[in-house]
């Protein structure tokens, strides 16, 4: 079993830059795919990028493409999500996610979730 815990989240103005973080508990995070989702209000969690277990792999959502850098340190036990040029439309609570069906950007192929942790960009 993998345990997930978020941090990293704030407010930050537009334009400005944040990184998230994911501490993973267990000795089995190497083995898992990684993903970050996010989840505004009224609106469904949708996939903002993801990463494989072996690091040969990432995956990121078009809104996200070149702004977001996804990475992971397998020896921390980390995942992180470096987000840059941020807007409002970023606003949302964003989770990590453990599976093992790829990087994939279906919730349903995730296992293991965080709690979240909130980001609000201000205009």
Not at 50 to 60: A, C, H, P, R
Not at 61 to 70: E, L, P
Not at 95 to 118: E, F, I, K, M, N
């Amino acid at each position: 079993q993998v345990q997930l815990v978020e941090s990293g989240g704030g407010l930050v103005q537009a334009g400005g830059s944040l990184r998230l973080s994911c501490a993973a508990s267990g000795r089995t995070f190497r083995h898992y795919d990684m993903g970050w989702f996010r989840q505004a209000p009224g609106k469904e969690r949708e996939f903002v990028s993801g990463i494989s277990w072996s690091l040969d792999s990432t995956y990121y959502a078009d809104s996200v493409k070149g702004r977001f850098t996804i990475s992971r340190d397998n020896a921390k036990n980390t995942l992180y999500l470096q987000m840059n040029s941020l807007t409002p439309e970023d606003t949302a609570v964003y989770y990590c996610a453990a599976g093992r069906t790829g990087p994939s950007s279906l919730v349903g192929d995730y296992d293991y979730w965080g709690q979240g942790t909130q980001v609000t960009v201000s205009s």
